[in-house]
């Protein structure tokens, strides 16, 4: 997984103004992948479905996937990051869950190779 | 209820059993129907001796009178794919099993009706509904299929157990399928509009008329009001575990279910298409909120489309739901790889092929639209031969649909 064209499959755009990627895959973190011209190592695992800053965004930014916003930050997030529950947020309904929203859930954590 | 879907000049490439209403059903199912909880316990054990995946068993719990209920239960009593109902009643609840009883016989459909309290109780009560059953059987043995076109059939499509995955492969696969269904002239259905929340705008604007996209927006704002009473959106932890965050992110990948054909009206439950053409399910309840979640779960909004005429349901899964449905059939299309290698058992479609390269969209579309096609002419979907046969209905309130919200009538 640490050439280049693993990587690229492992992160999909879904629409050119989006500003967060989506793994295609479960990765883990140190997986190495290009996001436009930049090298990057994931500083935390990301599942499958999960989505990854394209890019330096600041807090209150609006989060763009499908070109649609969906939501806005809670706090600034490096390129690479993971985007989730944890610095982000619905700009109609709060979202619900049954675990504490700032840990990655435990299928997260270590993902197998 | 609205007009029945008339059939034209189609060449006939299905089959189904015609019943009088000029519906056709694409299975030929019989009923045992509860008509309050305290009738379930003897109406199961009826199912149960036959164990056939053609004897379905559904009811209403409540004892209360409610009309949505007795609306529901008659539309789903009455749906293409019944051929028989045996009614079992408690003796003291309010259901009007008389009524119920009346409009399935003017259906042409052969019907019975047991109460409880005036049969002996329990064990007499089964053993009679377990005759009755097998008399149904035999009457509804004399029909045969006629042809039936694809202008005939109706399709729903839902999303459950939705995760980051749904929105970017089973989602529009289903999608492209829709569009096909639509093109050759098939009715197809997509709902819960507490999960499109976000999207009323661009729906607005796929609306047939001005007028139909008012009543896009205005049932969008009804269920962001409602859920905002409930105190939660449409959006459960395995959403989250799954990638999504938030519930217009949820919205936009549930939304392209719908793929990209017009918007040709707005039905409520118990609606049933005019014609051809895709249309939304308002399932949210009109006014002040007062029973709670508009749906508790996936069954209530699959029961709901039902009773709107579906004869099939698409059921796209992220995190892997495993559920069918009394009635009418469930084809599951599973959105995520790593969900399809634990589950592939309860999978029909493998959508989360499009993931690892290996199909593209079309091509799973494609195989969907097949699949709606096998079904329909009676080969049995996985959750139909696992015997799931879930069923919700609660209670519910709805004003009739407005005008403007099917302006398809008026070509």
């Given at each position: 997984m640490?050439?280049?064209?693993?990587?690229?499959?492992?992160?999909?755009l879904?629409?050119?103004s989006?500003n967060?990627?989506?793994?295609?895959?479960?990765?883990?973190?140190?997986t190495?992948?290009?996001?436009g011209e930049?090298?990057?190592?994931l500083p935390?695992p990301?599942?499958?479905?999960?989505?990854?800053?394209?890019?330096d965004?600041?807090?209150?930014?609006?989060?763009?996937?499908?070109g649609a916003?969906?939501?806005?930050?809670l706090a600034?997030?490096a390129?690479g990051?993971?985007?989730?529950?944890h610095n982000m947020t619905?700009d109609?309904?709060?979202s619900h869950?049954?675990?504490?929203?700032?840990?990655?859930?435990?299928s997260?954590?270590?993902?197998?190779? | 209820?609205?007009a029945?879907p008339q059939?034209?000049?189609?060449p006939?490439?299905?089959r189904g059993?015609?019943?009088?209403?000029g519906?056709?059903?694409?299975r030929?199912v019989?009923?045992?129907?509860?008509?309050?909880?305290?009738?379930?316990?003897?109406s199961?054990?009826?199912v149960q001796?036959f164990?056939?995946?053609d004897?379905?068993?559904i009811?209403?719990?409540g004892?209360?009178?409610n009309?949505?209920?007795s609306?529901?239960?008659?539309?789903l009593?009455t749906?293409?794919n019944?051929?028989g109902?045996?009614l079992?009643?408690?003796?003291?609840?309010?259901?009007?099993?008389?009524?119920?009883r009346e409009q399935?016989a003017?259906?042409g459909r052969?019907?019975?009706l047991?109460v409880?309290q005036e049969n002996?109780g329990t064990?007499s009560?089964v053993?009679?509904?377990?005759?009755s059953?097998g008399?149904?059987?035999?009457?509804?043995a004399?029909q045969?299929p006629?042809?039936?076109?694809?202008?005939?059939?109706?399709?729903g499509?839902?999303?459950?157990g939705?995760d980051?995955t749904s929105?970017?492969?089973?989602?529009?696969a289903v999608?492209?399928?829709?569009?096909r269904?639509?093109?050759?002239?098939a009715?197809c259905?997509f709902?819960?509009?507490?999960e499109?929340?976000?999207?009323?705008?661009?729906?607005?604007?796929?609306?047939a008329?001005?007028?139909?996209g008012?009543q896009?927006?205005?049932s969008v704002?009804k269920?962001?009001?409602y859920y905002?009473t409930?105190?939660?959106?449409?959006?459960?932890?395995?959403?989250a575990d799954?990638g999504?965050t938030t519930?217009e992110e949820?919205?936009?990948g549930a939304?392209?279910k719908?793929g990209?054909?017009p918007?040709s009206?707005l039905?409520?439950?118990?609606?049933?298409?005019?014609?051809?053409g895709?249309?939304l399910?308002d399932?949210?309840?009109?006014?002040?909120p007062r029973?709670?979640?508009?749906?508790?779960?996936d069954?209530?909004?699959i029961?709901?489309?039902?009773?709107s005429?579906?004869?099939?349901?698409?059921?796209t899964?992220?995190r892997?739901?495993?559920?069918?449905?009394a009635i009418?059939?469930?084809?599951?299309?599973?959105?995520?790889?790593e969900?399809?290698?634990?589950l592939?058992?309860?999978m029909?479609?493998?959508?989360?092929?499009?993931l690892?390269?290996?199909?593209?969209l079309?091509?799973?579309g494609?195989?969907?639209?097949?699949?709606?096609?096998a079904?329909?002419?009676?080969e049995?979907?996985l959750?139909?031969?696992?015997?799931h046969q879930?069923?919700?209905l609660?209670?519910k309130s709805f004003?009739p649909?407005?005008p403007?919200?099917?302006?398809v009538r008026?070509?």
């Amino acid at each position: 997984m640490n050439d280049k064209a693993a990587a690229k499959e492992a992160l999909i755009l879904l629409h050119p103004s989006d500003n967060v990627l989506v793994a295609t895959r479960t990765l883990r973190a140190g997986t190495r992948v290009v996001v436009g011209e930049r090298p990057l190592e994931l500083p935390q695992p990301l599942g499958v479905g999960h989505k990854m800053a394209r890019w330096d965004m600041a807090q209150g930014e609006k989060v763009f996937k499908y070109g649609a916003p969906i939501g806005s930050l809670l706090a600034p997030v490096a390129a690479g990051a993971w985007v989730h529950m944890h610095n982000m947020t619905s700009d109609y309904l709060a979202s619900h869950t049954r675990r504490r929203e700032d840990r990655p859930p435990p299928s997260l954590q270590e993902p197998k190779p | 209820m609205s007009a029945i879907p008339q059939a034209t000049a189609q060449p006939p490439s299905l089959r189904g059993y015609l019943r009088e209403d000029g519906r056709k059903g694409i299975r030929n199912v019989v009923l045992v129907a509860y008509l309050v909880e305290c009738a379930h316990h003897v109406s199961r054990k009826i199912v149960q001796h036959f164990d056939d995946l053609d004897v379905h068993l559904i009811g209403f719990p409540g004892c209360f009178p409610n009309d949505y209920a007795s609306d529901m239960m008659n539309a789903l009593c009455t749906h293409p794919n019944v051929g028989g109902v045996l009614l079992v009643s408690l003796g003291c609840e309010s259901m009007d099993r008389d009524e119920l009883r009346e409009q399935i016989a003017a259906s042409g459909r052969p019907v019975d009706l047991l109460v409880i309290q005036e049969n002996g109780g329990t064990a007499s009560t089964v053993a009679r509904g377990i005759q009755s059953v097998g008399a149904l059987r035999e009457q509804m043995a004399q029909q045969v299929p006629v042809p039936m076109a694809m202008n005939e059939l109706v399709v729903g499509t839902i999303c459950g157990g939705s995760d980051g995955t749904s929105g970017i492969t089973a989602n529009p696969a289903v999608g492209r399928c829709f569009d096909r269904l639509v093109a050759e002239g098939a009715a197809c259905m997509f709902e819960e509009t507490g999960e499109l929340i976000g999207c009323e705008n661009i729906m607005a604007e796929r609306a047939a008329t001005p007028e139909l996209g008012q009543q896009i927006q205005d049932s969008v704002a009804k269920a962001e009001r409602y859920y905002r009473t409930m105190g939660f959106g449409s959006f459960a932890p395995g959403n989250a575990d799954g990638g999504l965050t938030t519930l217009e992110e949820k919205s936009m990948g549930a939304y392209s279910k719908s793929g990209a054909s017009p918007i040709s009206g707005l039905l409520k439950p118990g609606d049933c298409p005019p014609a051809g053409g895709l249309y939304l399910l308002d399932v949210v309840p009109d006014g002040e909120p007062r029973f709670g979640f508009p749906n508790i779960a996936d069954n209530a909004e699959i029961v709901e489309m039902i009773a709107s005429g579906c004869h099939l349901t698409l059921f796209t899964t992220g995190r892997g739901s495993v559920v069918g449905s009394a009635i009418s059939p469930v084809i599951k299309i599973c959105a995520n790889p790593e969900t399809y290698e634990k589950l592939y058992g309860d999978m029909d479609v493998n959508a989360g092929r499009i993931l690892n390269g290996d199909a593209s969209l079309d091509e799973v579309g494609e195989e969907i639209y097949r699949q709606v096609r096998a079904v329909a002419l009676g080969e049995r979907s996985l959750s139909e031969q696992l015997g799931h046969q879930e069923f919700i209905l609660t209670y519910k309130s709805f004003e009739p649909i407005g005008p403007g919200c099917l302006p398809v009538r008026r070509v």
